[in-house]
Every structure is written in structure tokens, then in C-alpha cells.
């Protein structure tokens, strides 16, 4: 290659990168605008807008979500029969996020309910989950399904929250908040759910049944309502997420500044299906 051939794509390079910078900028904007008409005193917990199909939980001091699409974006989902769950598709998110997204068919609606063992290796070490495949099936058998995809690999946490409630959100390989496996499912085990610390449930919008491929741990018991499906609990390596939470986040809960890179999660069945 020339000198001449070399330096123009460079430029050109240089010239993608500042384009990409800027849309991710413009979108960002764009979220925070929506999100402040939306609900201004609200604290949000991803980085999603309002966008039917966006991955988010939001609180807003009452500990219910906030910053979500319209009743009408996203249809509620029918409970499925006993031992089976529905994965319907969902094509909502923004072409610029999808093209961000690794491509994965949606579960078998057939699913064990199984006891597992989750291991999240990340940059800081790894996060080990015990996932409830009897109280929530449909969740963990998603779960399960995307770690054996790969989906989540190489993917960042792209949400820290410090106030009101105290997560760290993972699960959208994208990094902005708004994508997930192109589908959803319905909520499942939320009756009396509460949060402690070491939680481990689905984040989703404000629209019931919007889960995707988005999860967060619970680093500090808040004022969650009952909204969100809890499938698992941290085992070991809680203390990373505490390391991460004391290093910050930005503003409105943003990433976090000390950065969790998720490498490879693998599950492996614990205690067998009927």
C-alpha cells in the first residue's frame, strides 16, 4: 500500500470513529431529553431511552419504573402454560444498536426448571450465581440459553445506580442500554419479591413482560417494588460488584467508572429436572 493510499484511509478511519463518537453523543442526548420529559425526578438504572423494546428499570422514589415506552408499544404478554414459557420476538430496538448485537434464535418454549450454577468471568474475577429454574423457568432457562449462545460475551455492565436503589446492570451486549436477544417474556416469581443483597433478577421497561437479555445485581437492599423477576442469587464474588460500586458512576447512574467486562458466562445444572 502507498503512502498516499495509506494515509487516506486512515483519514478515513480517523473520520468513522469521530462519526460514531458523535452518534453515540447525539444519542445520549436524545435519551436524556426523553427521560427528563418523561419523568423528571426519576432515577433511571440503565442506559436506555424510551424506546418500545428498551431494557431499563427505573425508580422514582416510590420504586416504581420509570423512563419507559407507552402502554401501546409494547403489548402485554399471556402468561404461557405450566412448563413452558413464551419467547416472542421483539425487533423494537434502534437499527444503530442492532447492529452492535450478536444474533441468537429465541429459546425452546420448552425449559427446565432445574436448580443452576452461573459463572460470570469478568475482568475483575468471577461472579458465581445459583439461578431457581423452579421459581423462575423462563427466566433462568434465557438465561441459560444466551450464555450457551455466547451472547454475552465480551459484552460491558453499562449501568452502576447509588441512589435509591443500588444495582449494577448487565446483559446488552451493545453497551447502550437498548439492546437485548430479540425477544421478551412475560414476569414471572414478582408475587412478594423483594430484593436483598446478592440479588440477581431481569431488567425490562416500564411495560410488564419486556424482559430480554438485560440482568442486574442487587450490591445494596433499596426501594425496589416487586416488579422485576428474581432468578438467582451471587455466591462469590459480590465483593467485586462493592469495589466497582465504591469506584462510582456518572450522573443519573450511568456506567461504571471502574469498568466490568463480562468475558464468558457458562451454567452448569446443579440439581436435575423432574
Same mark, same amino acid.
Do not use: W
Given at each position: 500500500m502507498g503512502s498516499k493510499d495509506r494515509q487516506r484511509r486512515l483519514a478515513r478511519e480517523h473520520y468513522e470513529r469521530r462519526a460514531l463518537r458523535a452518534e453515540e453523543r447525539s444519542a445520549r442526548r436524545r435519551r436524556r431529553a426523553l427521560i427528563g420529559s418523561a419523568a423528571a425526578? +426519576?432515577?433511571?438504572?440503565? $442506559?436506555?431511552? &424510551?424506546?418500545?423494546?428498551?431494557?431499563?428499570?427505573?425508580?422514582?422514589? &416510590? $420504586?416504581?419504573?420509570?423512563?419507559?415506552?407507552? +402502554?401501546?408499544? #409494547?403489548?402485554?404478554? #399471556?402468561?404461557?402454560?405450566?412448563? #413452558?414459557?413464551?419467547?416472542?420476538p421483539d425487533d423494537t430496538a434502534p437499527a444503530e444498536v442492532k447492529k452492535k448485537l450478536p444474533t441468537v434464535k429465541p429459546p425452546k418454549a420448552k425449559v427446565g426448571t432445574a436448580?443452576?450454577?452461573? #459463572?460470570?468471568?469478568?475482568?475483575?474475577?468471577?461472579?458465581?450465581?445459583?439461578?431457581?429454574?423452579?421459581?423462575?423457568p423462563c427466566a433462568t432457562g434465557s438465561f441459560r440459553h444466551l450464555a450457551e449462545e $455466547?451472547?454475552?460475551?465480551?459484552?460491558?455492565?453499562?449501568?452502576?445506580?447509588?441512589?435509591?436503589?443500588?444495582?449494577?446492570?448487565?446483559?446488552?451486549?451493545?453497551?447502550?442500554?437498548? $439492546?437485548?436477544p430479540g425477544y421478551r417474556f412475560a414476569n414471572e416469581n414478582t408475587q412478594g419479591a423483594t430484593y436483598p443483597r446478592g440479588t440477581v433478577a431481569m431488567a425490562h421497561s416500564q411495560q410488564p413482560d419486556s424482559n430480554g437479555s438485560q440482568f442486574f445485581i442487587v450490591y445494596k437492599e433499596g426501594g425496589l417494588q416487586p416488579d422485576y423477576t428474581p432468578f438467582g442469587t451471587v455466591v462469590e464474588g459480590l465483593a467485586i460488584v462493592d469495589e466497582v460500586a465504591k469506584a462510582g458512576g456518572g450522573e443519573g447512574g450511568e456506567a461504571p467508572k471502574r469498568d466490568v467486562v463480562v468475558e464468558k458466562v457458562t451454567v452448569k445444572e446443579t440439581q436435575g429436572n423432574p
Open positions: 425526578a +426519576a432515577l433511571l438504572v440503565t $442506559g436506555g431511552v &424510551a424506546y418500545a423494546g428498551t431494557r431499563l428499570i427505573g425508580d422514582d422514589g &416510590a $420504586g416504581k419504573a420509570a423512563g419507559s415506552p407507552s +402502554a401501546s408499544s #409494547t403489548p402485554t404478554a #399471556t402468561p404461557p402454560p405450566p412448563g #413452558t414459557c413464551e419467547f416472542i436448580k443452576y450454577r452461573a #459463572t460470570i468471568e469478568t475482568n475483575r474475577g468471577e461472579i458465581v450465581m445459583d439461578l431457581d429454574g423452579a421459581a423462575a $455466547g451472547f454475552y460475551d465480551d459484552s460491558s455492565c453499562h449501568r452502576l445506580t447509588a441512589t435509591g436503589i443500588f444495582v449494577l446492570q448487565c446483559g446488552d451486549p451493545s453497551g447502550t442500554g437498548l $439492546g437485548g
